[in-house]
């Protein structure tokens, strides 16, 4: 998880994730916006964290980037 630091001291502009748990995300998050990055799911809404029995199940694809690349970014995947 070294992207997202890197991306929260601006070494990187971006980065994407799949398949990640809650616990792999959820702090990460709350870094990286501090920082000013923006990070969302793979179609650019922002992401949920619901606490239940099968959130442990529920995989998320995000994409963090600088609020300057990120709509950028989002065209380029889709």
Known sequence: LVDFCY???GKFGCTINQSM???DIAAPKLI???AGARVTDING???RFKPSAS???VNFTTIAAAPQIHERVLGLLS
Do not use: D, F, Q, Y
């Open 32 to 34: 990286m916006e501090e």
């Open 45 to 47: 809404a922002p992401l």
């Open 7 to 9: 991306l929260a001291e």
């Open 55 to 57: 959130s442990a199940t």
């Open 21 to 23: 748990k809650i616990w």
